[in-house]
């Protein structure tokens, strides 16, 4: 009688790992060595760093402390690679790492193949931190195309880094929705991945309030900026307003006239779209211009499921009136992954949602983006709410 083999188990793990590697390399093709160099402000990284970062974070937290024999790749790419892990020791400037000609993108992805290998089995004691690992490199992946896109933003060439690029749209009436109120549950529930700043799930109270049913459109921006929004200063925060004064805001990023500069480089503006590229200072004076506001991070999470509501995700990070802040009861990680977000809790502004540069395998309803009220370089919209 003949026996049945049996079938070894798929390692989902293994599967994710290795599709969020391929998927970093898909997205530097033709990208050239200067294309991958090239930092344009200091709150971007290259291309190439970014691809550097992210083995960086396997070999460091996964190879070098789970497993035994292994060899690494370079030891000075320690201080090159890190980003903000005090606990691993001193790091390259941050505003100078378009500084770094060498090593080429050649050597980088010859980098990113020795870990890869290495990887090959992930050992059981670092499966968590391997998820961990996927998830921070789809972060990176949608940072590596809002850097490229801003660099290439800079070249009076304006080149295309993509011309397949679906940007979203929405035609249709805006419309106000009554949502949720009362005492809502919010935060991760357990059972599958979340960032620790995603919990603990606790309770929150949310006052009667409408909000609406899509995301500011650029035919509405272009309104606000008709009706003299920039320059109104009883719109804006006291500190927005010195900001637009001091940086000569007054349009969203990469918009010249009626086009707008994109990943599929000079296009004419989708007046449908919805406003991408708008700073949390923007998105709060506009609100305020529309007799509206913007959602708190805690209503924008209780709405997810609403009927009628669109464009939660896959189309522009919303911006919130949330500053980014620890949940009740929140406690860091120990170690150097317990940096990964609780040290940023200051100065940040919570945005939800995704944009459709997200890798939409991570998106769920408690992510929480975060960036200073300033940050523009982001596809960051907003979408409104009106109490009641």
Avoid at 6 to 28: G, K, N, Q, W
Avoid at 154 to 169: G, V
Avoid at 196 to 216: K, Q, S
Avoid at 357 to 368: F, G, K, L, M, Y
Wanted: charged residues 20%; negative net charge.
């Amino acid at each position: 009688m003949a026996t049945q083999q049996r079938v070894p188990a798929v390692d989902r793990l293994a599967e994710v790992f290795t599709s969020t590697r391929c998927h970093s390399i898909a997205l530097v093709n033709g990208v050239s060595d200067a294309d991958a160099t090239v930092q344009s402000m200091p709150d971007a990284s290259p291309t190439k760093w970014h691809l550097a970062h992210t083995t960086w974070f396997f070999e460091t937290f996964v190879l070098r402390d789970h497993v035994a024999d292994y060899r690494v790749f370079d030891p000075a790419y320690h201080y090159l690679f890190n980003s903000y892990y005090d606990g691993e020791g001193d790091r390259h400037v941050r505003s100078r790492r378009g500084m770094l000609t060498r090593p080429s993108l050649d050597e980088v992805l010859a980098y990113r193949a020795h870990v890869d290998a290495a990887l090959a089995h992930i050992p059981d004691a670092a499966r968590d931190l391997v998820e961990l690992g996927c998830q921070h490199e789809a972060q990176h992946q949608e940072l590596l195309v809002t850097d490229i896109l801003h660099l290439f933003s800079q070249n009076p060439l304006m080149p295309a880094h993509r011309n397949n690029i679906a940007q979203p749209s929405q035609p249709q009436p805006l419309k106000w929705i009554r949502s949720r109120a009362g005492i809502v549950e919010i935060g991760h529930k357990g059972g599958d991945f979340g960032f620790d700043c995603e919990g603990p799930r606790h309770r929150v109270m949310i006052e009667p309030h409408t909000i609406a049913n899509r995301l500011v459109s650029n035919a509405e921006w272009r309104e606000f900026m008709t009706d003299g929004g920039y320059s109104r200063p009883e719109y804006w925060l006291s500190d927005g307003w010195a900001w637009r004064l001091a940086e000569g805001i007054t349009a969203p990023l990469y918009w010249q006239g009626d086009q707008t500069f994109g990943l599929a480089g000079l296009q004419p503006i989708d007046w449908n779209a919805p406003v991408v590229h708008v700073s949390h200072y923007e998105a709060d004076a506009f609100a305020r211009w529309a007799d509206a506001r913007l959602l708190t991070e805690f209503e924008w999470e209780a709405a997810v499921d609403l009927e009628g509501v669109t464009h939660m995700f896959d189309t522009a990070w919303q911006w919130t009136s949330s500053a980014f802040l620890p949940y009740p009861r929140f406690r860091a990680a120990p170690g150097a992954v317990g940096e990964y977000n609780g040290k940023f809790m200051s100065g940040q502004m919570v945005l939800r949602g995704s944009s459709h540069a997200t890798p939409q395998w991570t998106a769920r309803p408690t992510v929480r983006n975060f960036f200073p009220p300033t940050a523009r370089w982001q596809f960051s919209g907003l979408r409104l709410a009106r109490d009641l």
